[in-house]
């Protein structure tokens, strides 16, 4: 995916406090981890989830003086299993189960990772109170395994929405919006009509990530 309109390491970070459990979804090579760590402090909890072996080595060495961080090597999806993850060719953060996705539509290799659900890691968060969504296309996956935490997580999410990408996936924005609003989420300081009307304006590699809560 290309460039983002938001400044994403910030969007999170107001939320946080000193022992807060944090997920984060799509942790690549463990930047954002390593912010939300050092935000929740040794007495938090930040999940890292990354199903590329060699962004999960990066990410491991990155965060290996934090023990308040903890990584799963998988994807979030709407079920356990497994699936094909197509490589980016320039940057590993473009993989996507979707070789569409890749920037010029094509992989530079693909392998198959593990599947989790949402719903399964979080319930091994301790004190959870925020949850990052970034994988390239798979937003709604990851929702459809996180039917528990929609309904029952009182907290914030940081979801990153790209109409092409969700496209290329099979399914739409409105889509994944309408799984938040079922259970009361609401963009923070805006709205969902609002967060619709952005996405029509924007081009076909762009993105931007919202903030929800409830």
Same mark, same amino acid.
């Given at each position: 995916m290309g460039r983002?309109t938001?400044v994403q390491d910030?969007?999170?970070?107001?939320f #946080?406090?000193?022992?807060?459990g944090?997920?984060d979804?799509?942790?690549?090579?463990?930047?954002?981890?390593?912010r939300?760590?050092?935000?929740?402090?040794?007495?938090?909890?930040?999940?890292g989830?990354?199903p590329d @072996?060699d962004?999960?080595?990066?990410?491991?060495?990155?965060?290996a003086?934090m023990?308040?961080?903890?990584f799963?090597?998988?994807?979030?999806a709407g079920a356990?299993? *497994?699936?094909?993850?197509? #490589?980016?060719? $320039?940057?590993r953060s473009h993989?996507?189960?979707?070789q569409?996705n890749?920037?010029?539509?094509?992989?530079?290799?693909s392998?198959?990772? $593990?599947l989790v659900?949402l719903?399964e890691v979080?319930a091994?968060?301790?004190?959870?109170r925020?949850?990052?969504?970034?994988?390239q296309?798979? @937003?709604?996956?990851? #929702?459809?395994?996180?039917?528990?935490t #929609?309904?029952?997580?009182?907290?914030?999410?940081?979801?990153?929405l790209?109409?092409?990408?969700? @496209? *290329?996936?099979?399914?739409?924005?409105?889509?994944?919006v309408?799984?938040?609003?079922?259970?009361g989420?609401?963009p923070?300081q805006t709205?969902?009509?609002?967060v619709v009307?952005?996405?029509?304006?924007i081009?076909?590699?762009?993105?931007f990530?919202v903030?929800?809560?409830?």
């Amino acid at each position: 995916m290309g460039r983002k309109t938001d400044v994403q390491d910030r969007m999170l970070l107001p939320f #946080l406090r000193l022992g807060d459990g944090v997920i984060d979804v799509g942790a690549n090579i463990g930047n954002y981890t390593e912010r939300f760590a050092r935000a929740v402090g040794p007495t938090g909890h930040v999940i890292g989830i990354e199903p590329d @072996e060699d962004n999960l080595r990066k990410a491991i060495a990155r965060c290996a003086d934090m023990p308040q961080v903890e990584f799963v090597h998988a994807a979030c999806a709407g079920a356990n299993g *497994s699936r094909v993850l197509y #490589l980016g060719v $320039e940057r590993r953060s473009h993989n996507s189960f979707w070789q569409r996705n890749i920037p010029g539509g094509k992989a530079n290799k693909s392998r198959p990772c $593990e599947l989790v659900t949402l719903d399964e890691v979080a319930a091994t968060a301790r004190g959870l109170r925020a949850i990052k969504v970034d994988t390239q296309g798979a @937003e709604l996956l990851v #929702l459809k395994g996180a039917a528990a935490t #929609l309904a029952r997580f009182d907290g914030v999410w940081q979801i990153e929405l790209w109409p092409f990408g969700l @496209e *290329s996936a099979g399914t739409t924005l409105k889509t994944v919006v309408q799984r938040f609003q079922a259970t009361g989420w609401q963009p923070h300081q805006t709205n969902w009509l609002e967060v619709v009307r952005r996405a029509k304006t924007i081009r076909a590699h762009t993105s931007f990530d919202v903030v929800v809560t409830r």
